[in-house]
């Protein structure tokens, strides 16, 4: 069974830096893209940024120049390092990742269960 769990949430206080980890595990037959996204209470899930199997990587507006997110192929594993963090980042961060299982002949959409990032002013 294929699955994603994300590390490195936490308490932060406001321009403090976390790095969050995501690492898919279980029979992996390939991986495209992983991503971030987050959810603040009250509001929709929103992209934070993505990245390719190939290093694209894409942002949104309100993260650019202060998120930076990374994948290790070799590991199938998604950073993503947050600087600057404001109180308005704080969300609950979920791993996804496009993959395909050994056992399976598609791509599906994979969840990891979600990170708490509390940015305190």
């Given at each position: 069974?294929?699955?994603?769990?994300e590390s490195g949430g936490?308490?932060?206080?406001?321009?403090?830096?976390?790095?969050?980890?995501?690492?898919?595990?279980?029979?992996?037959?390939?991986?495209?893209?992983?991503?971030?996204?987050?959810?603040?209470?009250?509001?929709?899930?929103?992209?934070?940024?993505?990245?390719?199997?190939?290093?694209?990587?894409?942002?949104?507006?309100?993260?650019?120049?202060?998120?930076?997110?990374?994948?290790?192929?070799?590991?199938?594993?998604?950073?993503l390092q947050m600087s600057?963090?404001?109180?308005?980042?704080?969300?609950?961060?979920?791993?996804?990742?496009?993959?395909?299982?050994?056992?399976?002949?598609?791509?599906?959409?994979?969840?990891?269960?979600?990170?708490?990032?509390?940015v305190s002013s």
């Amino acid at each position: 069974q294929v699955q994603l769990v994300e590390s490195g949430g936490g308490l932060v206080q406001v321009g403090g830096s976390l790095r969050l980890s995501c690492a898919a595990s279980g029979s992996i037959f390939s991986v495209k893209s992983m991503n971030w996204y987050r959810q603040a209470p009250g509001k929709q899930r929103e992209l934070v940024a993505g990245i390719t199997s190939g290093g694209t990587t894409n942002y949104a507006d309100s993260v650019k120049g202060r998120f930076t997110i990374s994948r290790d192929n070799a590991k199938n594993t998604v950073y993503l390092q947050m600087s600057v963090l404001k109180p308005e980042d704080t969300a609950v961060y979920y791993c996804n990742a496009i993959m395909r299982s050994s056992t399976d002949y598609v791509f599906r959409d994979y969840w990891g269960q979600g990170t708490q990032v509390t940015v305190s002013s």
